[in-house]
């Protein structure tokens, strides 16, 4: 099973600053990972898949790096509506599907 | 609009069964995979079964296999879930989601479309 490591697990930002999320994992993803933004009591949407691709709608100040083991996410410039929970999820080698334990972007 | 709408949640006592539901609309639900994903109460996202457009390809995390059964009915564009056995562990929000394709029309076990979930408690 690949494990995927999210770091930080909490990232305390003002709005208008770069966020930053990582996610790592135990093997190589080639680039088929994607992330997620989850708000409470609300149903997540996908944000980047194959490592650096938007999903429809989705707002180009997020971006997506990476490939293997080591991806990033980058928030450039934080809106309000951006503090959620981020998590990144794997598809290279599976079952099972795996998801990263998340980063919650907060307001400082 | 796409739609995914779960039902069947609720309050079950360990070694009990639920079967949860899931009534997909605005898409072809026939051309498309779907997947269960949950999330206990303070945790992450776990996946927990998928199953492919016509049924063909079944899959499940090892700690409901034989004890979950992922099912779908095309002609009423409806996914299902039916849970046996049911553990405390199994206390979580359930997702029905869809499994997304690219630009080139390959698919891709990611997760494009949520409903907004149907929470299952598992207590005596």
């Known amino acids: 099973e690949i494990v995927l490591t999210q770091s930080p697990a909490t990232l305390s930002l003002s709005p208008g600053e770069r966020a930053t999320l990582s996610c790592r994992a135990s093997?190589?993803?080639?680039?088929?990972l994607a992330w997620y933004q989850h708000k409470p009591g609300q149903a997540p949407r996908l944000l980047i898949y194959d490592a650096s691709n938007r999903a429809t709608g989705i707002p180009a100040r997020f971006s997506g790096s990476g490939s293997g083991t080591d991806f990033t996410l980058t928030i450039s410039s934080l809106e309000p509506e951006d503090f959620a929970v981020y998590y990144c999820q794997q598809r290279s080698n599976w079952p099972p599907l795996t998801f990263g334990g998340g980063t919650k972007v907060e307001i400082k | 609009e796409v739609q995914l709408v779960e039902s069947g949640g609720g309050l079950v006592k360990p070694g009990g069964s639920l079967r949860l539901s899931c009534a997909a609309s605005g898409f072809t639900f026939t051309t498309y995979s779907m997947t269960w994903v949950r999330q206990a109460p303070g945790k992450g996202l776990e996946w927990v079964s998928s199953i492919s457009s016509s049924s063909t390809y079944i899959y499940y995390t090892d700690s409901v296999k034989g004890r979950f059964t992922i099912s779908r009915d095309n002609a009423k564009n409806s996914l299902f879930l039916q849970m046996n056995s049911l553990r405390a562990e199994d206390t979580a929000v359930y997702y029905c989601?869809?499994?997304?394709?690219?630009?080139?029309?390959?698919?891709?076990?990611?997760?494009?479309?949520w409903g907004q979930g149907t929470l299952v408690t598992v207590s005596s």
């Open positions: 989601t869809r499994v997304t394709y690219d630009s080139s029309d390959v698919q891709k076990y990611y997760f494009d479309y």
């Open positions: 093997q190589s993803v080639s680039s088929s």
